[in-house]
C-alpha cells in the first residue's frame, strides 16, 4: 500500500495494489477509484481534500490478530 498526498492539487492518492485499473468508477464529485479486470480495488484518490476535511494527518495502527 501506498499513500501520497499531492500539496499542489490537494489530492490524496492511495494505491493498494499494482494492478492496472480497467476502470474509474466516481464515488462523489471529488473522490473516485480505480478497478482491475478482476473487479478488485485499485485505488481511491479524494480531490480537495483540504477543503473538504482539513490537513491531512495519517496514523497507522496494525491490529494483532
Known sequence: MKIQYYEETDTLHILLTTAPPVETRDLDEDSFCDIDDRG????ITIERLRERHGDPVVSY?????
Open 40 to 43: 478488485k480495488l485499485v485505488s
Open 61 to 65: 495502527e496494525k491490529i494483532p490478530a
